[in-house]
Nanobody, 125 residues
Framework: QVQLVDSGGGLVQAGGSLRLSCAAS????????MGWFRQAPGKEREFVATISRGGGSTRYADSVKGRFTISRDNAKNTVYLQMTSLKPEDTAVYYC??????????????????WGQGTQVTVSS
């Protein structure tokens, strides 16, 4: 069956960097639009970044634009989220997700079909 495994989270000081990974299995990876979302305590899940099937198109939430970079390696069935200049407000559980919906990039969580288990990112001030 389809499985997405998130990893790479941790504790980092403000201004630091982390790279999240999401390894996919049980699916034709390059058929899926991939995305990253996050959920902070007491808040709703929010869109972070998305990348098209071939990796040529990306889209970001305004709050992370210029600091985060989404990429994918279809040969390794893996999507990445490089996070730099981290801020305390970036603290959340980060989830990768896969979508078969029509389009190039998707920011709507309801259009994603599979989700990873999440990885905690904590940014200290």
């Amino acid at each position: 069956q389809v499985q997405l495994v998130d990893s790479g989270g941790g504790l980092v000081q403000a201004g630091g960097s982390l790279r999240l990974s999401c390894a996919a299995s049980g699916m034709p990876f390059d058929a899926y639009i991939m995305g990253w979302f996050r959920q902070a305590p007491g808040k709703e899940r929010e869109f972070v970044a998305t990348i098209s099937r071939g990796g040529g198109s990306t889209r970001y939430a305004d709050s992370v634009k210029g600091r985060f970079t989404i990429s994918r390696d279809n040969a390794k069935n893996t999507v990445y989220l490089q996070m730099t200049s981290l801020k305390p407000e970036d603290t959340a559980v980060y989830y990768c997700a896969a979508s078969l919906s029509v389009g190039f990039t998707i920011s709507d969580a309801s259009k994603y079909h599979y989700w990873g288990q999440g990885t905690q990112v904590t940014v200290s001030s």
